[in-house]
Nanobody, 123 residues
Framework: QVQLVESGGGLVQAGGSLRLSCVASGRSFGNYAMGWFRQAPGKEREFVAALSGAGLYYADSVKGRFTISRDNSRNTLYLRMNSLIPEDTAVYYC??????????????????WGQGTQVTVSS
């Protein structure tokens, strides 16, 4: 089992940047496929980015602006967000899947979730 804790959210102006972090407990962090999702008020949780043995994947809406990465020595997943726009406003969640070599874009595929961190982009 793994526990995930996100941080790094906040209020930023359009065009600004933020870096989200997700720290995982446990010794097997490197064996998990990881993903970032977000959920805006009144909307369903949506895929943002994923990192697994299958590669890196991004939603079209964030491609070229967001970068997902991980540091296994620190048990930490990151999401660097540049050129933020108001439509990026949401609660951002990190998630872990035990199937490291598969790509997962559906929230239902993930086994563990963090509590979320709020990102607000003002216009």
């Amino acid at each position: 089992q793994v526990q995930l804790v996100e941080s790094g959210g906040g209020l930023v102006q359009a065009g600004g940047s933020l870096r989200l972090s997700c720290v995982a407990s446990g010794r097997s962090f490197g064996n998990y496929a990881m993903g970032w999702f977000r959920q805006a008020p009144g909307k369903e949780r949506e895929f943002v980015a994923a990192l697994s043995g299958a590669g890196l994947y991004y939603a079209d809406s964030v491609k070229g602006r967001f970068t997902i990465s991980r540091d296994n020595s620190r048990n930490t997943l990151y999401l660097r967000m540049n050129s933020l726009i108001p439509e990026d406003t949401a609660v951002y969640y990190c998630a872990a899947n035990v199937e490291y070599y598969n790509f997962h874009a559906h929230a239902g595929d993930y086994d563990y979730w963090g509590q979320g961190t709020q990102v607000t982009v003002s216009s």
